[in-house]
């Protein structure tokens, strides 16, 4: 399933697709959620936010750039997608949502300059990885470039190298840009304002299926492309997702907006995540894998689940809440159900991925004894969780006894 036509001969750029199996397993998630999303917001677009049939057309852009980061084997044509999704993103927060004009603006706002930083580093990177291949006489005429496969075999071969100060602040570059993106403590902030300020749907959008490029890349264009020097940041980067998964529950706990407790809980998730992809273990990295998956799932049913009841009450503060067990017992069983899997509650979807991240951690071998800490500390995350979305199911009596 690969495709490759002249794009820029000059810069020895093509249009590149290939897809492999954590591309197909994305792949699919986004083409499953993206109709359930627009059927989500059928009745939360406010038509004097803007035209319902432009709120249609942002979504399926951003769907299509996603799709596209997934099977791009081209740097730059990725680069071009990871960043070209943003813009109808940024509009989708800021053009319709719960909150006010000014406090949407200034959500989406913050969103843009985040991720737009990410990329002006990366762009830095993909420039100076073009600098090495041309130097390595790769591509047509020896111009340099960028094809994934054809670099990737030119660093095996010692064509290229990408070790050094030089690989470092590339790797480093693709590795902010990506942490940005997925995200990763302490370059989360603009998540949780960002995924409350739309719809339900937008927020699922952003969390479920746009935030997976920033991981998958993580695994593709850091793990498979620089190799050994990808392991000079596992040790940092994994300590920074045990933050993340930590962090996250933590303030999660603190949260009676019902929206904003599921966004900080997704920066624990993406924590989950990261670890198991940078402790570069067979089993944690298919783990993450995994998790991609039934992140996408458990997320987004969780805040399409916040957002009908919003629509009954417009309101998201807990407190608001309680008895629904009463009179809405099969939304309740729902509710109860997605929560055991977003905890990970065995026999559930969530259990399998984060099971395996945590195993694939503990018995890392680039990470040593460190792995062993690492993963002792992710589990006090999986308790951290069953504290706040057991206290919520209380909350909201979704359980009638």
Known sequence: LTESHRWIPAIGARYELGLDGVGLVLVLLTTALVPLLLLGAWHAIDASQGDPRIYVALTLAVQAMVLLSFVATDILLFYLVFEAMLIPMYFLVGGWGQLDRALRARAALKFLLYNLLGGLIMLAGVIGLFALTARARLGEDGRGSFGLSEITAAIADGKVDVGGPAGLAICGAFLFAFAVKAPVWPLHAWLPDAAVAGTPSTGVLMMAVMDKVGTFAMLRFVVELFGDTAKEFAPWITVLAVVSIVYGLLLAIAQTDLMRLIAYTSISHFGFIVLGVFALSPQSQAGAALYMLN???????????????????????????????????????????VTMSSIGVPGTNGFVGEFMVIMGTFVSLPLGSHGQLQAALATTGVILAAVYMLSLVQKLSLIHI
Not at 298 to 312: E, H, K, N, P, Q
């Open 295 to 337: 992140h996408g799932i458990s997320t987004g049913a969780l805040f399409l689940l916040v957002g009908v009841i919003y629509d009954r009450r417009h309101t998201r503060e807990v407190r608001e809440f309680g008895g629904l067990a009463k009179v809405m017992p099969i939304y309740a069983a729902v509710f109860v159900v």
